[in-house]
């Protein structure tokens, strides 16, 4: 079945720590997008990446980075400077222009 | 940015209908989309509807859009406690970016 898998499902992160999640696609999607959910929020763009390769900031972007080097690939690092990580992060893919995106189920993210 | 507006919260009685509204500000956005999102889960594609029309209707799902108010609207027919979710809205912008309400949290009493 095709879908977006993203792993692991929940993440700890010690103070000072770096920590990366996954997302992986098989849709065979060109976009990726990554998105932080904090609780009775919406979801907030954090990067976006429209070709492999290839990466834009979105709307919250300081503290964390991200790689494009396979199609199928987008993961995303929290760096010791994002000083408030914890949140639900969700990882979305699309298709064409004005294609919907999917999900994935997300990652919850918490501190030590 | 677009700014997309949601009510945080709807409590219905189950087999009534559920009516969710949106408010969105760009009017070129080509597509309009309902997300549900279960505790604990990702966003499920529920339905979209085409700037060009003015209603959609998709089993128990009645989308309405009044493209000159801005505004949308998801219309559930005799609603299930199943249907208890979050309910987002969203526009779409440059390089296919979503902008997404806030989110309804849509409560079904038995």
């Known amino acids: 079945d095709g879908g977006i898998t993203q792993s692991p499902k929940y993440l700890f992160r010690k103070e000072g720590q770096n920590v990366t999640l996954s997302c992986e696609q098989n849709l065979n999607h060109d976009a990726m997008y990554w998105y932080r959910q904090d609780p009775g929020q919406g979801l907030r763009l954090i990067y976006y990446?429209?070709?492999?390769?290839?990466?834009q900031k979105g709307d919250i972007a300081e503290g964390y980075s991200v790689s494009r080097e396979k199609k199928e690939s987008f993961p995303l690092t929290v760096t010791s400077a994002q000083k408030n990580p914890t949140a639900f992060y969700l990882c979305?893919?699309?298709?064409?222009?004005?294609?919907?995106?999917?999900f994935g189920d997300g990652t919850r993210l918490s501190i030590l | 940015g677009e700014d997309v507006e949601q009510s945080l919260f709807l409590s219905v009685r189950e087999g009534d209908s559920s009516v969710i509204n949106c408010t969105y500000t760009?009017?070129?956005?080509?597509?309009l989309y309902w997300y549900k999102q279960e505790p604990g889960a990702g966003l499920q594609l529920l339905t979209y509807i085409f700037s060009n029309m003015d209603m959609k209707q998709d089993q128990r799902l009645t989308v309405l859009l009044n493209k000159k108010d801005k505004h949308l609207s998801l219309r559930i027919a005799d609603t299930q406690t199943g249907d208890s979710a979050i309910y987002f809205c969203?526009?779409?912008?440059?390089?296919?970016?979503?902008?997404f309400g806030s989110g309804t949290k849509l409560n079904v009493k038995p």
């Open positions: 969203a526009e779409v912008g440059n390089f296919n970016k979503f902008y």
């Open positions: 979305a893919s699309s298709g064409q222009v004005n294609q919907p995106q999917h």
């Open positions: 760009d009017s070129s956005s080509t597509y």
């Open positions: 990446s429209q070709i492999v390769n290839d990466f």
